[in-house]
């Protein structure tokens, strides 16, 4: 079956611009988690969502960052503000539950320049 | 404090000989799970094998194994009859059972494989 895709692969903007990534998870699965990997690092958590459940907050690195899900489809994470800070890959993942394997999508490559 | 330690940032190995990928964790709940990914230049993450805590036995997949040495907190990936295909960038991650399940990531180490 399709995997967890995301939208769009690549995306550059100016400092100060607000940009929105978008995650498909896998159909099916309940659990979708975003993280963060900037060059040459490993992966950091950003926010999680399970089901109706309120999602896991803590990994957002500013109130700049948000995060919404539809039901258990599409999820959109926004960053207001952008800083080049900002810039990294953001990953998006699901699991058929809480606590099971993750699969990963291809990422979007932002860079705010 | 770390909780996940990958301490080789690079390795070179012989195509077709054995690697060993070193990862230490740290974690005082009882229940938790191990992972390795592996995140090729393409840059996505291709889930590799996972070890539980309770697991009795170590895990394996095809040509990949874990070293899961509890006591030690350690769970070294192995990779044996390396191929030019594993070149690739390896991380270790882990997941704790009252932590939501989101992962924790080491470093990573940067694979070589050389002809």
């Known amino acids: 079956g399709a995997g967890v895709s995301q939208s769009p692969s690549n995306k550059v903007t100016e400092k100060g611009k607000d940009v929105e990534l978008r995650c498909d998870p896998i159909?099916?699965?309940?659990?979708l988690y975003w993280y963060r990997q900037r060059l040459g690092q490993g992966l950091e958590f950003l926010i999680y969502f399970q089901g109706n459940s309120a999602p896991d907050k803590s990994g957002l690195p500013s109130d700049r960052f948000s995060a919404e899900r539809t039901g258990e489809s599409v999820s959109t994470l926004t960053i207001q503000r952008t800083q080049q800070e900002d810039s990294a890959v953001y990953l998006c993942?699901?699991?058929?539950?809480?606590?099971?394997?993750?699969?990963f999508g291809p990422g979007t490559r932002l860079l705010v320049l | 404090a770390q909780k996940i330690t990958q301490t080789q940032p690079g390795m070179f190995v012989q195509e077709k000989e054995a690697v060993t990928l070193d990862c230490t964790y740290d974690t005082s709940d009882p229940s938790y799970g191990l992972f390795w990914y592996k995140q090729p230049s393409s840059g996505e993450m291709i889930f590799l094998i996972y070890?539980?805590?309770?697991?009795?036995q170590n895990a394996t997949e095809g040509r990949y194994s874990l070293n899961f040495q509890k006591a030690r907190k350690s769970a070294n990936l192995v990779i044996s009859a390396s191929q030019l295909g594993d070149s690739a960038m390896y991380f270790c991650a882990m997941r704790e059972a009252s932590n939501t399940g989101k992962l924790i990531f080491g470093q990573g180490t940067t694979l070589q494989v050389k002809p």
């Open positions: 070890q539980g805590s309770y697991d009795q």
């Open positions: 159909s099916g699965h309940t659990a």
């Open positions: 993942a699901s699991s058929l539950l809480q606590g099971e394997t993750q699969y």
